[in-house]
C-alpha cells in the first residue's frame, strides 16, 4: 500500500493557526529555518503549493484550503487519541490482567492482596489461573507470574520471592501401609506421583539436597497430572508420593491429610518473578503492583 505524504501536516496547521513561521517555530520548539523547511518539503511531497508567502503575511492556497478544513478536525482527534492513551497508561484506575499459576498465587500475590486493594482501590485484578506458560501478548494479559526457570523469553522479568520450599508428601493412609521412606532411594521402591508440564509437556525433574549437593531422582510413576491440583488430589487419596511447593498444601498438612517426608532432603525451587514485555514497563496499574510484590520481597529478606 503506497504511503500518504502527511509527514509534515502538523507544521502546516500550525502555520495556518499561528498566522507565521515565527510563532510557528515557537510553538512547535523549533527554529524558524526549520519550520520553513519542513513546510517546503512537504508542499515537495504533495505537489501543491500550499501557502502564499508574502513579506508581510501568509495566505492559503485553494489547495491549502482544502488540506486545512479536511487536516484540522482529523488532527484535533489524533491528539486526543494521544492523550487519551497516555492518561491510559498513567492511570491508577482501571484493570491489571495477570496470568499466574495457583502456587505463585499462594506464595507471591496471596500475602500482598490485601494491603495492595486497600492501596488502589481503582485497580481491577482480573487473574487467570493457569499453569501453561501462556503468551501474555497474544492472550492479552498486562504480565504473568511464573517460577524463574520457566519464564517466557525476551521479557522484563522482576524477582518477587526468595527460593519456594518444596516437600514430599503422602496421606498417613499410604505411609502406614507402605511405610515411610527414609531416603531418596527409598522412593524408588514406592508409588510416586509425578507432574507434566503443561507448556513443555516435559515430566518435572525431581530435585533433592543431601549433604549440600543438588541430585536429580527419576522415580518412575503410574499417575502423571498435568496440575499441581491433581498430584495434591491424589497424595490424599492415598495414591502415593508426590513433591511440589510446599504452600500448595499447607492447608492439607494443618488438617492432617497430607505428611511431609524426607523433610532435610526436600531441594527448593527456584524463586517467582513476575514478567511483562518492555511496552508494558510504562502501565501505571502494573507498576504499582510489581512495587507491591517487590516491597512485600524485601521485608521477608529483612526478617530472615
Known amino acids: 500500500m503506497k504511503r500518504a505524504p502527511i509527514h509534515g501536516i502538523e507544521v502546516f496547521l500550525t502555520i495556518v493557526r499561528e498566522g507565521s513561521m515565527r510563532a510557528a517555530a515557537e510553538v512547535l520548539g523549533v527554529g524558524a529555518p526549520a519550520v520553513s523547511l519542513q513546510m517546503k518539503a512537504l508542499e515537495d511531497r504533495l505537489g501543491v503549493d500550499l501557502l502564499f ?5 501568509i495566505e492559503m492556497t485553494a489547495a491549502g484550503r482544502v488540506l486545512f478544513e479536511a487536516a484540522a478536525p482529523a488532527y484535533r482527534d489524533m491528539v486526543h487519541a494521544v492523550r487519551k492513551s497516555q492518561e491510559s497508561a498513567k492511570s491508577t484506575t482501571g484493570t491489571l490482567r495477570l496470568s499466574l499459576s495457583r502456587g505463585a498465587y499462594i506464595t507471591a500475590v496471596a500475602p500482598v492482596l490485601a494491603k495492595f486493594r486497600a492501596e488502589n482501590p481503582g485497580i ?3 487473574i487467570s489461573w ?4 501462556v503468551d501474555i501478548l497474544r ?3 498486562h ?4 517460577l524463574g526457570d520457566i519464564l517466557a523469553p525476551d521479557m522484563l522479568a522482576v524477582r518477587v520471592t526468595g527460593p519456594v520450599p518444596s516437600a514430599f508428601f503422602a496421606s498417613p493412609e499410604y505411609l502406614r501401609e507402605q511405610g515411610t521412606p527414609k531416603h531418596p532411594r527409598d522412593l524408588l521402591d514406592h508409588h510416586c506421583i509425578r507432574y507434566r508440564q503443561p507448556t513443555s509437556k516435559a515430566i518435572r ?3 533433592v539436597t543431601e549433604k549440600g549437593q543438588a541430585t536429580r531422582i527419576d522415580p518412575p510413576s503410574r499417575l502423571v497430572f498435568d496440575t499441581v491440583v491433581g498430584v495434591i488430589q491424589a ?3 492415598g495414591h502415593g508420593v508426590g513433591w511440589s511447593m510446599r504452600t500448595t498444601m499447607e492447608e492439607h498438612l494443618r488438617t492432617g491429610e497430607l505428611e511431609t517426608i524426607l523433610e532435610p532432603y526436600a531441594r527448593p525451587l527456584p524463586p517467582f518473578y513476575i514478567y511483562y514485555p518492555e511496552q508494558n514497563k510504562r502501565v501505571e496499574c502494573l507498576r504499582l503492583f510489581v512495587d507491591c510484590l517487590k516491597q512485600q520481597h524485601r521485608q521477608k529478606k529483612a526478617q530472615r
Open 130 to 133: 493457569n499453569e501453561e506458560l
Open 205 to 207: 525433574e525431581w530435585w
Open 143 to 146: 504480565a504473568g507470574i511464573r
Open 124 to 126: 481491577t485484578l482480573d
Open 139 to 141: 492472550e492479552g494479559f
Open 53 to 57: 508567502r508574502t513579506t508581510r503575511s
Open 235 to 237: 497424595a490424599r487419596d
